[in-house]
């Protein structure tokens, strides 16, 4: 999958790590680059072709696949984070984090599924997170709404295989993006997550894990989960 002459759809494009995606498609060479957002009068970036999307809503997400019917690449991007508990926390909040990163990238992914097969494969990018694979106290919505988009990329991969379609995942630790606002830890630069999963797309890499803390949490799920939540 070659970055240089796709048509690309970027969820949640109007910031952080969406709009950087954005902008290095063009950098590198996208033919075409679609940045959707619920409100597209906010994506300000130049040679872009903005589009209004709620990923929540099926149609929204089904007029913008008839809109975009040339796309041979779709990152899911958009997300949101409520800081949830699930067990004292507001259930509509918790549907929130579901609705939106679980049935949202779903949506995207069976209404863009017969667009790129009819393109040639193409492929599909799910931006995830360090969270998919451990629980935090205070977010725990978001963690389970994550560990269930990653189990969905997993199996729309395989679901996808026939045509050629390409399914990676991207892993990363916190991102300094209006969503991290007041995290006191370090932060990723967006712009280097956007291309360390684009590097994972153009090498065919099924999981591009972007941080240090990232591929540790990964590694200790093959441990004693008590020792993980013990140290963090």
């Not at 779709?74 to 509509?92: M, P, W």
């Amino acid at each position: 999958m070659m970055i240089s002459g796709s048509v690309a759809l970027v969820t949640g494009a109007n910031r952080g790590i969406g709009r950087r995606f954005a902008q290095q498609l063009l950098e590198r060479g996208a033919k075409k680059v679609y940045a959707t957002a619920r409100n597209p009068s906010l994506v300000d970036l130049p040679g872009v072709e903005p589009l209004k999307l709620d990923i929540t809503d099926p149609a929204s997400v089904a007029a913008v696949a008839a809109a975009a019917h040339d796309v041979t690449l779709l990152i899911n991007n958009a997300g949101i984070s409520t800081y949830t508990n699930l067990i004292g926390g507001d259930l509509d909040k918790i549907r929130l984090e579901m609705d939106t990163h679980y049935y949202g990238t779903l949506n995207m992914a069976r209404a863009f599924a017969p667009v790129l097969g009819a393109n040639g494969g193409g492929a599909i990018l799910n931006v995830l997170s360090a969270l998919s694979w451990f629980s935090y106290d205070g977010a725990n919505a978001y963690s389970a709404a994550k560990a269930a988009a990653w189990s969905l990329t997993n199996g729309i991969r395989l679901e996808l295989r026939e045509q050629g379609t390409l399914v990676t995942g991207v892993h990363l630790g916190a991102a300094a993006t209006d969503m991290m606002a007041g995290y006191e830890g370090d932060l990723l630069d967006p712009a280097d997550v956007a291309r360390a999963a684009l590097d994972g797309v153009e090498s065919d890499a099924y999981e591009v894990v972007v941080d240090e803390w990232s591929a540790t949490v990964k590694a200790s799920l093959a441990g004693d989960p008590r020792l993980f939540y013990q140290a963090s």
